[in-house]
């Protein structure tokens, strides 16, 4: 079953704004984690954060995580041409085997 | 240090025949999980393997479909008797534990005729 659910499913902008993308999910979580999909390529892990965590940045990338309200956002700032991907949320649980469930993922458009 | 390994990139197989799909973790990962994806969709999990065990095969149909993770070699996702709806990419991706990040490989696509 899927976990995260992605919104928008897709999202077009222009290079230089902002993209911010969002996911829910349902149980209690270890982590949460976004990935990004380049077409025809695997999955690249882009930031990881941890239940006991409200925010974290990399780069470009800020990610937020309300545990109350079991959602995450993930933020890119002066987006690129090149930052045209899929992104996917994943749900990690507690527990010695966890393994991670991903949502449907959501298609970043950006237009030079 | 190597990335996750898969191979063949590209397999394509007969409705009866069989599949199998390699994947190499990356060095000093003992953690090794398959997924599946359909054009357009998430990934799906399929199973999660330690170094000779089967931790969760939940995701994995219990007919025709079976993976290993031998002490020395790759893991392998074997598909037996390939059906038109086996048709889909395959990507293996490792950790060295759990609730950690993953490393993806490039995936099989898998395409049965």
């Known amino acids: 079953s899927q976990q995260g659910e992605e919104d928008p499913q897709a999202l077009s902008i222009q290079e230089g704004e902002n993209a911010t993308m969002n996911c829910s999910y349902k149980?209690?979580?270890?982590?949460l984690q976004w990935y990004r999909q380049n077409s025809g390529r695997g999955l690249v892990h882009l930031i990881l954060?941890?239940?006991?965590?409200r925010e974290k940045h990399s780069g470009r990338l800020r990610v937020t995580l309300d545990t109350s309200k079991k959602s995450s956002s993930l933020l890119i700032t002066a987006s690129r041409a090149a930052d045209t991907a899929s992104y996917f949320c994943a749900t990690g649980t507690s527990g010695a085997n966890s393994k991670l469930t991903f949502g449907k993922g959501i298609t970043l458009s950006v237009r030079p | 240090n190597a990335g996750v390994m898969q191979n063949p990139r590209h397999l394509v197989r007969r409705r009866g025949q069989e599949a199998r799909l390699r994947c190499s973790p990356m060095?000093?990962?003992?953690?090794v999980y398959w997924y599946r994806q359909l054009p357009e969709e998430g990934l799906k999990f399929m199973v999660y393997?330690?170094?000779?065990?089967?931790?969760?095969e939940s995701g994995m149909p219990k007919e025709r479909f079976s993976a290993e993770f031998p002490k020395e070699g790759p893991s392998i996702l074997r598909i037996q008797q390939v059906v038109r709806g086996d048709s889909a990419a395959y990507f293996c991706?490792?950790?060295?534990?759990?609730?950690?990040?993953?490393?993806f490989g490039s995936g099989t696509q898998l395409s049965v005729l």
């Open positions: 954060i941890r239940s006991n965590e």
């Open positions: 060095k000093g990962h003992s953690h």
């Open positions: 991706a490792s950790s060295p534990r759990t609730n950690e990040k993953l490393f």
């Open positions: 149980t209690s979580i270890n982590n």
């Open positions: 393997l330690q170094k000779e065990n089967i931790i969760d």
